[in-house]
Nanobody
């Protein structure tokens, strides 16, 4: 059974930092991309950052220079270091994993709340 277990969310003041983690287990195929998405109330889910199996990264313009995605392939774990947080970063953050062949998995989500 595939599980994506997220941790690290919480409440932080504007300008603060949080680090999200997502550990994948039960995946029998090779993991390709790992990423983070977020969904704020009343808005669509959007890409925050993604990292390929060889370490190439892509970020939403709104988080460039503030967020850093990384992964530990030995642990099947992806991280999101979030610095200089803003109230508009408040959302539920979801971990996403794609495999080869293509299967798509989602975590249960972790709440990030940034107070002004």
């Amino acid at each position: 059974q595939v599980q994506l277990v997220e941790s690290g969310g919480g409440l932080v003041q504007a300008g603060g930092s949080l680090r999200l983690s997502c550990a994948a287990s039960g995946i029998i195929f090779s993991i390709n991309t790992m990423g983070w998405y977020r969904q704020a109330p009343g808005k669509q889910r959007e890409l925050v950052a993604v990292i390929s199996s060889v370490g190439s990264t892509n970020y939403a313009d709104s988080v460039k220079g503030r967020f850093t995605i990384s992964r530990d392939n030995a642990k099947n774990t992806v991280y999101l270091q979030m610095n200089s947080l803003k109230p508009e970063d408040t959302a539920v953050y979801y971990c996403n994993v794609n495999t080869r062949p293509i299967y798509n998995y989602w975590g249960q989500g972790t709440q990030v709340t940034v107070s002004s």
